[in-house]
Structures are given as structure tokens and as C-alpha cells.
């Protein structure tokens, strides 16, 4: 059973998701050697299609399983866009992490040896996003990072 990489803790139905062309579409192919991943946090591009985030950038939550056909078949990937939210991910580093921890995102947070775009606790820069907050430590949570996305 493949382990699970990102859950919604809040409904997902009052949140606004919206599909973005995929910058490189080989990324869609499950056997692709680093494909995305659901709860990698993706950016956009200046061409308006969705890009693994870099750190510290504006970047939202992939919502779509890992080989979808349907996000193979058009290049499209759904993200959640616009909302608060809480979900569980996997897509983390551990280091620093603290109840109410402000969380950024780093395009260097290794899940299963591969390298994603996930989320790393705040550095403090003022110029790097903070994507929310840490509202359950791994620990306590199965080994999945809690957190409240609050970009609106």
C-alpha cells in the first residue's frame, strides 16, 4: 500500500482549486526519475504554468495523486489556490519544527531519497513567503507534518 503523501483534515469543497498547465509535462509521468508528487508545493512561472517552488517563493499544494492519467492526457495538474486549509503532508523537513512555527517552502526537502518542494520552517527573511503555520508535529501526528495553509 503506497504511503500517503498528502490528506486534507478541513473540507476541501469551500476551497478554490484550480488546474495550471504543468511547465514540463514529463514531471505528470509516474516513471519519471523525481515525478510530482500530491502535496509538493508548486509555483507559477511567468509563462502562468506550475513549476516545482523555489525557497522561500509563493507556491501552492499539488492536489492530484502521483500518475494520474487524466493530468498525463492534458498536462494539467490541480493545486489549492485559494483558502485555508489543514492537511497532513509528508512533503517536509523535520528540523526546527515547533507548534505554531511559521513554514516556507524549499525546493531541497528529500521524501523517500528523491528530492521535492515541500515545506521547511521560516528562516525570518522578511522577502520569503510564509505559506502558515505548524498546527501538529509529527510526532504526535503518524509522522506527518500538520499545518494550516493560510494564503488567501
Do not use: W
Request: hydrophobic share 45%; aromatic share 8%.
Amino acid at each position: 500500500m503506497p504511503a500517503t503523501n498528502f490528506e486534507m483534515v478541513t473540507e476541501v469543497q469551500a476551497l478554490l482549486r484550480r488546474d495550471f498547465p504543468v511547465a514540463d509535462k514529463t514531471l505528470l509521468n509516474p516513471n519519471n526519475a523525481n515525478p510530482l508528487m500530491d502535496g509538493e508545493m508548486l509555483s507559477l512561472d511567468s509563462a502562468y504554468s506550475l513549476v516545482r517552488g523555489a525557497e522561500g517563493s509563493l507556491a501552492f499544494a499539488l492536489f492530484a495523486e502521483r500518475g494520474r492519467f487524466d493530468t498525463q492526457a492534458i498536462g494539467k495538474a490541480t493545486v489549492l489556490f485559494g483558502g485555508t486549509y489543514e492537511a497532513n503532508t509528508r512533503v517536509f523537513t523535520a528540523a526546527g519544527l515547533a507548534l505554531g512555527g511559521r513554514l516556507m517552502v524549499s525546493a531541497a526537502v528529500t521524501v523517500d531519497t528523491l528530492t521535492k518542494s515541500g515545506l521547511i520552517i521560516h528562516d525570518g527573511v522578511a522577502t520569503k513567503d510564509i505559506i502558515g503555520y505548524v498546527t501538529r508535529l509529527p510526532a504526535n501526528n503518524g509522522g506527518l507534518l500538520r499545518f494550516m495553509q493560510t494564503l488567501v
